[in-house]
Nanobody, 128 residues
Framework: QVQLVESGGGLVQAGGSLRLSCAASGRTFSIYAMGWFRQAPGKEREFVARISWSDGYTHYADSVKGRFTISRDNAKNTVYLQMNSLKPEDTAVYYC?????????????????????WGQGAQVTVSS
């Protein structure tokens, strides 16, 4: 089994920055890729970013491209989401997730049901 623990959420003003962390433990050797999703009140859970552990290949949602950066530290089994130029529309609960299998399309990368383990969620609130 894999456990994911998130940290780094909070309140920030529009235009500010925040960094989320997600530490994986347990059978981490089984993880192929990690992703970030977010869910605002009354909205569906939406894809934010994905990174492959082995080669560092990344994929981003258009809404965050150029503002957010996903990265990983293999030695620490930790994935990060650096969020810059934050907007009120970014306000949501952010979840990290682990995928045991590789996939070959953006639809696969972006589908929540493709992921096997989830963190507890971190609230990010951006004030205007």
């Amino acid at each position: 089994q894999v456990q994911l623990v998130e940290s780094g959420g909070g309140l920030v003003q529009a235009g500010g920055s925040l960094r989320l962390s997600c530490a994986a433990s347990g059978r981490t050797f089984s993880i192929y890729a990690m992703g970030w999703f977010r869910q605002a009140p009354g909205k569906e859970r939406e894809f934010v970013a994905r990174i492959s552990w082995s080669d560092g290949y990344t994929h981003y949602a258009d809404s965050v491209k150029g503002r957010f950066t996903i990265s990983r530290d293999n030695a620490k089994n930790t994935v990060y989401l650096q969020m810059n130029s934050l907007k009120p529309e970014d306000t949501a609960v952010y979840y990290c997730a682990a995928d045991r299998d590789r996939c070959f399309s953006y639809k696969c990368y972006e589908a929540p049901n493709n992921y096997d383990y989830w963190g507890q969620g971190a609230q990010v609130t951006v004030s205007s």
